[in-house]
């Protein structure tokens, strides 16, 4: 899996919309973009996955630029139930999923 | 649809003993992964487990080992428990032909 390198923390308010960006300047042809989402003590969610331009879900959407070596991570209006260990990966998620420190995102009232 | 299953929630042994710990993947999910989360460290890779058949194993020792069972459920067994073994172990599961794992609760792993 291609190396990630994102922001170890950030602090946003309940209502700001939040854009977390990850760099990943060796991303691989085949290689897609994922995020996950853990809160303490569980297992990590699947946010989104994209490969290029803009995925859109009901939870975030996902931007990534045409030469794919960084992507960014919108959450729209957080709340406090955001605050959680956001980590991007990028590869193939098919074999062992390599997590990185992940940025862990406090959002206050 | 019934999510990543996984027992027991919390477990506590002591040093020296085994602890078993089970998942059940995905309706339809064929492969089966585990990872280790000591406290406040990020995932470790253990072991990947398809169609029965152990894939891929992470820079673990043997004494962490598991199976898959003919209705892709999955045990992973740590023998010879020692202090650093305390952790969350994760299970996820995956479909053939998706890139998508999907993560179970987790078992907290106390060894005292």
């Known amino acids: 899996l291609a190396k990630t390198t994102q922001p170890i923390s950030m602090d946003s308010y309940e209502g700001q919309e939040v854009n977390i960006t990850c760099s990943h300047n060796?991303?691989?042809?085949?290689?897609?973009i994922t995020w996950y989402q853990q809160f303490p003590s569980q297992g990590p969610r699947f946010i989104i996955q994209?490969?290029?331009t803009k995925v859109t879900n009901e939870v975030a959407s996902l931007f990534i630029p045409a030469d794919r070596k960084s992507s960014t991570l919108s959450l729209p209006r957080v709340s406090l139930s955001d605050t959680a260990v956001y980590y991007c990966l990028v590869g193939a998620l098919t074999d062992k999923l390599i997590f990185g420190t992940g940025t862990r995102l406090q959002v206050f009232p | 649809e019934a999510g990543v299953t996984q027992s027991p929630t919390h477990l506590i042994k002591t040093r020296g003993q085994q602890a078993t710990l089970r998942c059940s993947p995905i309706?339809?999910?064929?492969?089966v992964y585990w990872y280790q989360q000591a406290l406040g460290l990020g995932l470790q890779f253990l072991l990947w487990?398809?169609?029965?058949?152990?894939?891929n194993r992470g820079n673990f020792p043997p004494r962490f080992s598991g199976r898959q069972f003919p209705n892709y459920s999955s045990e992973l067994n740590v023998n010879a428990l020692e202090l650093e073994d305390s952790a969350l172990y994760l299970c996820?599961?995956?479909?053939?032909?998706?890139?998508?794992?999907?993560f179970g609760p987790g078992t907290r792993l106390t060894v005292l």
């Open positions: 309706s339809g999910h064929t492969s």
């Open positions: 487990y398809d169609e029965g058949e152990e894939r």
């Open positions: 996820a599961s995956r479909s053939t032909g998706s890139d998508t794992q999907y």
């Open positions: 060796n991303i691989a042809t085949n290689d897609y």
């Open positions: 994209g490969y290029k």
